[in-house]
């Protein structure tokens, strides 16, 4: 079983930065592409971005596109998500997710994804 286990988050004012990670237990952390999903109240959960197992890779949905960084250090079993520039829309729980199989047209697709962290709290002040 693999464990993910995020956080970072926090309230923030808009034009804010904060950079969430994302552990991981698994000893087979590298073989595994990581995506971030977010979700609003009332809303359905929503990708965010993707990274391929060795970072050469990269995805981001159209809103979060330019101020956001997805990044990963194997060695760590860690994988981050630096967002800048946040705006009241951004608030969210947020999901890191790890995915065994996968190709580059699934990774937005958070049915591709095996294993799923709790989330962490992400607010942005007006």
């Known amino acids: 079983q693999v464990q993910l286990v995020e956080s970072g988050g926090g309230l923030v004012q808009a034009g804010d930065s904060l950079r969430l990670s994302c552990a991981s237990s698994a000893r087979t952390f590298s073989v595994f592409a990581m995506g971030w999903f977010r979700q609003a109240p009332g809303k359905e959960r929503e990708f965010v971005a993707a990274i391929t197992w060795s970072g050469g890779s990269t995805a981001y949905a159209g809103s979060t596109k330019g101020r956001c960084t997805i990044s990963r250090d194997n060695a760590k079993n860690t994988v981050y998500l630096q967002m800048n520039s946040l705006k009241p829309e951004d608030t969210a729980v947020y999901y890191c997710?790890?995915?065994?199989?996968?190709?580059?047209?699934?990774?937005?697709?958070?049915?591709?994804?095996?294993?799923w962290g709790q989330g962490t709290q992400v607010t942005v002040s007006s």
């Open positions: 997710a790890a995915a065994a199989s996968y190709s580059a047209r699934t990774l937005v697709d958070r049915y591709a994804y095996d294993y």
